[in-house]
């Protein structure tokens, strides 16, 4: 195909195109904008620092950076998470959602964690994370037998994260224009019918040397009676009084 007969193809179902792009573009922006709640996520900032009882060296600083990639697979275990749901009944989590509510990111040699989380409530997200970085602070010493976790900023706020709906309604024109341009040319593809001179051409192979037109049933009358029916009906008459 050109992109004359792609351009026909677009024009001819244009209408479709444009009724489902309107419609699904619409339906995401009214479920994005009335339909969804709110979803917070806060930060908390953890530092591997060198332990209290030694000073300050070259190796300490790259053993504590070594301990991150310790510490971030620590944080997710029955023993911080456990005892995060037995100090913290308020938050009303079990330990296993508190493994699945935890991120945990880092820099490439960099001391530094950050612990964040995502939830509806703007308090809990604030709460549920300060209460796991309090316990890991407090249960590192326990396990490693060293107090080198010092926590550098608790959450104060939460961010709102989602939903967005700018970029929802933004992903949802950009897919239904695929997808309405995509259902046109399969529309055409899978329609076979012979509408054209040229379709005859390019099926047969064949140059055409005569179309016969659409024949309708006034067509069948014959002209000298088309010709007395319209004297009748043209012809002038007059009233006559008794």
């Given at each position: 195909?050109?992109?004359?007969?792609?351009?026909?193809?677009?024009w001819?179902r244009?209408?479709?195109?444009?009724v489902?792009?309107?419609v699904?573009?619409?339906?995401?922006?009214?479920?994005?904008?009335?339909?969804t709640?709110?979803s917070y996520?806060?930060?908390s900032?953890?530092?591997?620092?060198?332990?209290?009882?030694?000073?300050?060296?070259?190796?300490?600083v790259n053993?504590n950076?070594?301990l991150?990639?310790?510490?971030k697979?620590?944080?997710?275990?029955?023993?911080?998470?456990?005892?995060?749901v037995?100090?913290?009944?308020?938050?009303?989590l079990t330990?296993?959602?508190l493994?699945?509510?935890?991120n945990?990111?880092?820099?490439?040699?960099?001391?530094?964690?950050?612990?964040?989380?995502?939830d509806l409530?703007?308090?809990n997200?604030?709460k549920t994370?300060?209460?796991?970085a309090?316990?890991?602070?407090?249960?590192v010493?326990?396990?490693?037998?060293?107090d080198?976790?010092?926590?550098l900023s608790e959450?104060?706020?939460?961010?709102d994260?989602?939903p967005n709906?700018?970029?929802n309604?933004?992903?949802a024109f950009?897919v239904a224009l695929?997808?309405?341009?995509?259902?046109?040319?399969?529309?055409?593809?899978?329609?076979?019918?012979?509408?054209?001179?040229?379709?005859?051409?390019?099926?047969?192979?064949?140059?055409t040397?005569?179309?016969?037109?659409?024949?309708?049933?006034e067509d069948l009358?014959p002209?000298?009676?088309?010709?007395?029916?319209?004297?009748?009906?043209?012809?002038?008459?007059?009233?006559?009084n008794?």
């Open positions: 195909m050109e992109i004359k007969e792609y351009a026909a193809v677009l001819k244009l209408w479709l195109i444009v489902c792009v309107v699904v573009t619409f339906a995401a922006g009214i479920y994005s904008y009335f339909f709640n709110p996520q806060a930060f900032k953890i530092i591997v620092n060198k332990s209290k009882e030694s000073q300050l060296d070259l190796n300490e053993l950076i070594q991150v990639n310790t510490y697979e620590i944080v997710l275990t029955y023993a911080v998470m456990d005892r995060v037995q100090k913290h009944p308020e938050l009303g330990a296993e959602q493994m699945g509510k935890i945990i990111g880092t820099v490439n040699d960099s001391q530094v964690m950050t612990l964040s989380t995502q409530s703007y308090d997200a604030i994370v300060n209460a796991v309090s316990v890991f602070k407090e249960t010493p326990t396990i490693m037998s060293v080198n976790v010092e926590i959450a104060r706020i939460a961010h994260v989602s709906p700018i970029l309604v933004v992903i950009l695929m997808l309405s341009v995509g259902t046109a040319f399969l529309l055409e593809y899978l329609d076979d019918t012979v509408k054209s001179e040229a379709d005859i051409t390019g099926l047969l192979g064949v140059p040397f005569a179309v016969v037109p659409v024949i309708t049933r009358v002209q000298d009676q088309k010709l007395n029916k319209q004297n009748v009906e043209g012809a002038p008459y007059a009233t006559v008794s």
